[in-house]
């Protein structure tokens, strides 16, 4: 867990160094998995959908995110990346609401367009940052690409903004004792409450810039 949530952390500092280097190209920055180059707005450079974890798909599904593979070609940070899958809310009439604690529903597909591979994050930062606010916003549900948690606006004021995918609904918010039995002592899984979901963005690594 710790190194990924390092990752994301130097994946940060390494677009905000790269902004304020002043020399070649502001857009283009090195990190510890390759050359990142975003697109320039102004006076905001905005990097999006770079992976800040491997793919959580096949044995990785309902483990803690492992560290993103190395690149060594250019990533085209220019796009958001695929949402994580979440309900069709067009078709919800389809499903059937259980009563509990929350809404459940089953039997609504989910959204077009979405994946599995998912864990990605974008960064808006001022072209001159250089021991700037982060700010970092994990939205309660739905994918980084709405319009609301568009970071530029931000950045205009001087800020880094930070946002991301993360697993969730069953992906994110399943718990099973079984995946209890399975994790070592020193995941988060291996606490029964804690779910996938949390674990992609609640690490202290998050936390550790």
Request: include cysteine; hydrophobic fraction near 40%.
């Amino acid at each position: 867990m710790r190194i990924c949530m390092l990752t994301m952390g130097m994946i940060v500092a390494a677009a905000t160094a790269g902004c304020a280097g002043g020399a070649g190209d502001p857009t283009l920055v090195e990190t510890r998995q390759g050359a990142v180059k975003g697109v320039l707005d102004g006076n905001v450079i905005a990097f999006k959908g770079i992976p800040y974890a491997a793919p959580p798909v096949g044995s990785l599904r309902w483990r803690p995110p492992e560290p993103p593979v190395s690149r060594e070609t250019v990533l085209e940070a220019t796009t958001f990346g695929t949402p994580c899958p979440s309900l069709d809310g067009s078709k919800i009439q389809q499903g059937k609401q259980l009563s509990g604690a929350y809404d459940i529903f089953i039997g609504v597909p989910d959204a077009a367009g979405s994946s599995e591979d998912c864990l990605r994050l974008n960064i808006w930062a001022p072209v001159d940052a250089n021991g700037t606010a982060v700010m970092v916003w994990i939205q309660p549900l739905g994918p980084s690409a709405y319009p609301l948690f568009d970071g530029a606006a931000l950045a205009h004021r001087g800020v880094v903004m930070v946002t991301m995918d993360y697993r969730q609904l069953t992906l994110g918010n399943f718990a099973h004792p079984a995946l209890s039995r399975e994790a070592s002592q020193n995941e988060p899984l291996s606490r029964f409450q804690v779910t996938t979901g949390e674990v992609d963005y609640a690490s202290p690594r998050l936390l550790n810039w």
